[in-house]
């Protein structure tokens, strides 16, 4: 049952994710808690005992270094997983890695969206058609969709197909497409599936998806009770919860301090929040430090990078506002990109005391610092971004 290969291509890029895929890809976009969209893609290969996985990445990130501090999954041998970015659409380097894997079959997806695929049973139901390559469209709430499938071919087939496009010079801005669209259009069998699959395409599909993973019992049990999934975020021991810290129907993830209140929120690991500080219906992605006395509501606070000893400052400081519990609005720079009030602070901001920050706002990442005159207010549904001179 080993004896296939998963590939896994990233979408499209786009801007409307805004500061969260701005200097990472999507696979490293922190998702559920603890975990990044690349611990999806790693979890579905291993849990079908794939032979090999070679995931193509768009963005020259730290991928490849995250995947390599994978380690064995209890005593099982854990599958050797090739990283490729910079050679990401040259169709040559695609082939010499489909002879290098030399498995008897391939599966394809487009692997930088959450995701939990049983792909046993994809390959069951394809050898069952007995033909050179299937198309499989996922279902999403139950209905199949064209937009999200996974390919599975034998090796033959998939072989030609390549071939063919060197030999007729074919390239494209995203080459597995391309070859999907080759054999679409060359009338091979097509069925569907039953998956979970969770497209991100601005902010607010951000936030509801970190919500429903942690809240919707049978996805959550999948990820954190049978123990399938695993994460390189750095872990340093358990939550600790101060004297005056206060949890009420929220995720806390390992390696944080809580001395402030948590309410309806997902926090991510090492984060620290300070005493009499309130965090409501927000998402704190990882290593984030938050000073005393300041609320925090309907935000995400993009993932905190800078980690060096020296480096131990508030971030985030003390008697901030951050957000608010007002509804239906739409941040006027990037309507597609953030609505439905949710405030986004960009990666490594530093937020100086007392700043109030409305719904609907967007600091991008590495900003923040402007704050630290004697205006400290962004109003609703507006930008603190670097704006770049013309002719730079």
């Known amino acids: 049952m080993n004896d296939f290969t998963i590939i896994s291509y990233p979408g499209t890029r786009s801007d409307l994710l805004l500061s969260l895929t701005e200097s990472r890809s999507r696979y490293m976009l922190p998702i559920g808690g603890r975990f990044r969209?690349?611990?999806?893609?790693?979890?579905?290969?291993?849990?079908?005992?794939?032979?090999?996985?070679?995931?193509?990445?768009?963005?020259?990130?730290?991928?490849?270094?995250?995947?390599?501090?994978?380690?064995?999954?209890?005593d099982m041998k854990f599958p050797p997983i090739k990283v490729i970015t910079r050679e990401y659409s040259d169709i040559k380097v695609c082939y010499n890695l489909i002879l290098e894997s030399n498995t008897e079959y391939y599966a394809i997806y487009n692997g930088d969206n959450p995701s939990i695929i049983d792909f046993p049973g994809i390959i069951k139901k394809y050898k069952a058609r007995r033909t050179g390559a299937v198309l499989f469209r996922l279902n999403l709430d139950g209905k199949p969709t064209m937009a999200y499938t996974v390919l599975v071919s034998d090796q033959k087939t998939l072989l030609n197909v390549v071939r063919g496009a060197i030999r007729e010079k074919r390239s494209a801005p995203n080459l597995f497409e391309m070859i999907i669209n080759i054999l679409v259009n060359t009338g091979i069998?097509?069925?569907?599936?039953?998956?979970?699959?969770?497209?991100?395409?601005?902010?607010?599909?951000?936030?509801?998806?970190n919500r429903e993973i942690i809240w919707n019992p049978e996805v959550f049990g999948l990820l954190y009770r049978d123990e399938i999934i695993k994460s390189q975020i750095a872990a340093g021991g358990v939550a600790h919860i101060g004297r005056h810290g206060r949890i009420v129907n929220s995720f806390v993830s390992d390696f944080c301090k809580i001395n402030g209140t948590v309410e309806h929120s997902i926090i991510y690991p090492g984060?620290?929040?300070?005493?009499?500080?309130?965090?409501?219906?927000?998402?704190?992605?990882?290593?984030?430090?938050?000073?005393?006395?300041?609320?925090?509501?309907?935000?995400?606070?993009?993932e905190r990078t800078d980690l060096a000893p020296e480096s131990a400052y508030?971030?985030?400081?003390?008697?901030?506002?951050?957000?608010?519990?007002?509804?239906?609005?739409?941040?006027?720079?990037?309507?597609?990109?953030?609505?439905?009030?949710?405030?986004?602070?960009?990666?490594?901001?530093?937020?100086?005391?007392?700043?109030?920050?409305?719904?609907?706002?967007?600091?991008?990442?590495?900003?923040?610092?402007?704050f630290q005159g004697s205006k400290k207010y962004l109003y609703d549904g507006t930008s603190l971004v670097r704006i770049v001179p013309e002719g730079a």
């Not at 599936?193 to 497209?199: G, I, L, M, Q, S």
């Not at 506002?321 to 509804?327: A, F, N, P, T, Y």
């Open 37 to 74: 969209v690349v611990d999806f893609t790693i979890r579905n290969s291993f849990s079908c005992g794939a032979r090999t996985t070679i995931i193509y990445n768009n963005r020259d990130d730290d991928l490849d270094a995250y995947v390599e501090r994978y380690g064995p999954f209890g």
């Open 271 to 302: 984060v620290e929040i300070g005493d009499h500080s309130v965090v409501k219906d927000s998402i704190i992605l990882p290593y984030n430090r938050i000073g005393p006395g300041t609320r925090i509501t309907r935000t995400i606070i993009d």
């Open 314 to 370: 508030l971030n985030i400081g003390g008697s901030c506002r951050i957000g608010s519990g007002e509804e239906y609005i739409k941040n006027a720079d990037y309507p597609q990109s953030l609505f439905s009030s949710i405030t986004l602070i960009g990666k490594d901001c530093r937020i100086a005391d007392g700043a109030q920050i409305g719904s609907g706002c967007y600091v991008a990442s590495g900003m923040g610092g402007e």
């Open 189 to 209: 069998s097509r069925s569907s599936f039953d998956a979970y699959y969770w497209p991100i395409k601005n902010v607010p599909e951000y936030y509801a998806l």
